[in-house]
Every structure is written in structure tokens, then in C-alpha cells.
């Protein structure tokens, strides 16, 4: 026999007429964080929303984009349309909340006592994640002096702006089909954690990966590929033709991920990375060299005769000297 947790009626844009127990309340708004019980209110990033009369207590943020409707009305239809985060109407979680409704029940989220409420629940999820990417635009490195950061945002749309552009559609797309379980921001990258196994890819700032992949210096397949963010902040509108050409044939043609490790490109993506986090944590982290493995300069040479072809604007030229310097111990 099942047992409800709590009943909620809701007016036509959110007043709630009994409050229980329930997590997620109208606008795919949490009720125990943005609900004001005695106003009836909700709390958005932008905006206050007056649930009692459908009405924002604030201007449409986006109003020379969103003409047609006027600046304070919440959504012409609230049981189709959303707005969490006060700025512009979207589809309320459409695509995340069927997804939740065909789930199996061994994939639930945790609490989801029936399929609607699983489905509120992956419908919120996604939409959190989908502002969550979109934020990730605006990230930066917290251990770049002011400079480095404003350039570091300003860079992804002028410098990286190609890179930067596939990299939200890709990480975007993953969202809306359901393949990313959680978003973070680390050292100005959007580390997009998915699902399955499949390795990783890095496009601009979008750092994305399987299962695998976490938001921490000392997990390997992250470590790697911020390298290849390094990678695009140095060489910026040259980025896709010179590495990223290179790194996508590599890992198409390589037959293992070890053999795919030893192209140029993912040679430099390890040594950037690895200059880069030693700089900032010396001893207190790990590396995993037997993973995200440095060859001498004279392998990488023999290995890569391609690489002569770049040797006159390609600044991996100048690793070579470094790494043949600073890491005496490669394989």
C-alpha cells in the first residue's frame, strides 16, 4: 500500500492553497528556497514573481527581445511555460520532464514517490544545468589577476569565440537528451560530467566526459583535458585548425586511448596541465602519470613527424625544450 507524502493544489500561476512536504513547486521553483509563504512570492535570479496575479514586481530584464509580451506579465500560459529564471519564458523542462515520466523506476531520483514526481524532478534538473552552462560563459580562473579574468571572458567571444560556440551547442545538446548528471565550474573551465563511457572532449572552456569525469585537479581524465583548454586560450582562432584537427583524427584512428595519448597534441595537453597545476598546488595534489603519461622530447619527435610541418608558428616547439628539461623522468 503507498502512502502520499503530501498533497498540493496550486492557483493558475503558483499560489499554493496547502503547502506539504513536496520539494519542487510551481515555475520548477524549490519551495523551501524561493517560496515566501506570507507574500506569495517566489524569488528568481532576476525577478519577484506575484503568484496571486500572475505579475513580476520587476521589468522583463530581456524586454527589447521579448516585445510581444508586456515587461511585468509572468507567462501567457502557465501550465505550458516557465520562466525560473525571471528573464524569458522558456518551455518548462518539456523534453527533461518526459524523459522523467518514461524512466525506469531503478533510475528515480531520490524521494520521487511516483513517475510525476520523478519527472518535476528531471525536469528541474535539466533546466538547472541548462543556466548552469549557459553561466559557464561568464567563469573565470580565480587564480588569474583581475586582467586575466576579464580577458579570459572577454577571449571566448572574439579569441576562442569558434571553439567557445561549439563547445555550448555540444554541451547543450548532451543536457537535452539526458546525458549529463551534474555541471561545475573549476579554474574558469565548465567541467560538463556525463553519463556512460566514452571518454572526454574540449571545446573552448566546455570541458566534457563520461562517467569518469569529475571537477577535481586530481581526477586523471580532467587533468588532461583542461590541458586542452590551456591549449585554446594560447592559440585561440588557430585553435580548431592546428590541435583540434589533429586530437579529433588521433582519437578516431588510434586504437586504444594509451595509443591515442601519444600524438602531439595530447602530449601538450598533459604538459600545459601539468606546468599549469603544479604551479598552483606543487606537492598537494596528484598527477596520474601513468595515465596522462610525458614522453621525452626525442619520442615525441619520432612519434609525431608530422609535427615539423607546425615547428615555424607552433609553440609546442618550445615545450619540447622545456620538457626535455623540467622532466627528466619520462617514459
Known sequence: M????????????GWVKFLGHYEFGANAGSLFEDWDSTKGTYYT?????DVRVGRWYQVEPRIDSNFVVSPYVFVRNPVLMSDPGGDFPVLSG?????????????????GAGTRVGNALREAWKSEKQAWQILGGLFASDPNKSL??????????????LPQTVFGYLWSSSLNVVGKVRDVKYMHGATVVM?????????????ITGDRELEADVNNSLFQHEYGHYLQSQDLGLSYLPIYG????????LSKSSKEHMFNWTEQDANIRAKMYFDSIYGYNYTWDAERNFILCSSQIVKRNYGLYFFSTFNPF?????YMTNVFPLCK
Open 2 to 13: 503507498m502512502r502520499g507524502q503530501s498533497v498540493h493544489d496550486y492557483y493558475p500561476f
Open 45 to 49: 535570479l532576476y525577478r519577484v514573481l
Open 94 to 110: 518539456l523534453v527533461g520532464f518526459v524523459r522523467g515520466m518514461f524512466m525506469g523506476r531503478e533510475r528515480w531520483h531520490e
Open 147 to 160: 586582467e586575466g579574468r576579464v580577458w579570459e571572458v572577454v577571449s571566448r567571444f572574439t579569441w576562442q
Open 194 to 206: 556525463g553519463k556512460g563511457w566514452w571518454g572526454g572532449m574540449t571545446l573552448g572552456s566546455f
Open 245 to 252: 584537427l589533429s586530437s579529433f583524427l588521433s582519437a578516431w
Open 317 to 321: 616547439t618550445k615545450r619540447l625544450v
